[in-house]
């Protein structure tokens, strides 16, 4: 990656924020002649002060150093979902039914999170292994119930209902009486 891309990430990023280079200096603690430079690709930024910037502006580090050259929002129209990415399954595969993912962030660099409109249709299979992981989910109920086993417990999301759990304790999104469903979840991994 060039001086100038770190500089013009930098740039970007800052005047998204409605933040002069003298406001950023200040936030950061970093010398305004360093910021100007690094911006301009004279300078070839050291740690340290990266590292500043970088919390002053409110992102992690590899923001600016990815190869993602995208810093904006990432926008999905519902026209769209059928051009998202699709998954099979979060994991290997759900006993619960049929999960198919569209991913509704792609295009958005360093995300901590990753949001799905996901279709449920019912596989008649009775098996209900439960799987765990790092992080946390938040679903949606937006058409059809779905069920949610959750360590030993069970609930049932109506259209409009939502549920927010850790993902660590054993738990299965699956269809209820055999319905189809629609949602959306938001899943959150550390990395």
């Given at each position: ?14 005047e998204?924020l ?16 360093v ?9 070839i ?6 590292i ?31 051009q ?24 958005k ?9 996901i ?9 209900h ?23 030993k ?25 055999g ?13």
């Amino acid at each position: 990656m060039s001086d100038t891309t770190i500089g013009r990430k930098i740039t970007e990023l800052r005047e998204a924020l409605l933040l002069s280079p003298e406001q950023l200096a200040e936030r950061s603690g970093a010398e305004l002649a360093v910021i100007k430079g690094i911006e301009a690709g004279e300078i070839i930024p050291s740690l340290a002060p990266l590292i500043r910037i970088t919390r002053a502006l409110g992102v992690r580090l590899g923001t600016l150093l990815d190869d993602d050259e995208n810093l904006g929002p990432a926008l999905v129209r519902s026209i769209d979902y059928s051009q998202s990415t699709r998954l099979k399954a979060l994991e290997t595969h759900s006993d619960g039914g049929g999960l198919i993912f569209n991913a509704l962030a792609e295009g958005k660099a360093s995300r901590h999170m990753e949001p799905f409109y996901i279709t449920l249709e019912p596989s008649g299979e009775s098996s209900h292994t439960l799987s765990a992981h790092e992080g946390e989910e938040w679903l949606f109920a937006l058409e059809g119930p779905l069920e949610i086993a959750y360590g030993k417990e069970t609930y049932v999301l109506q259209p409009g209902d939502s549920i927010y759990y850790d993902s660590i304790v054993p738990h299965q999104v699956r269809s209820y009486e055999g319905a189809s469903a629609k949602f959306v979840a938001v899943v959150y991994t550390p990395a």
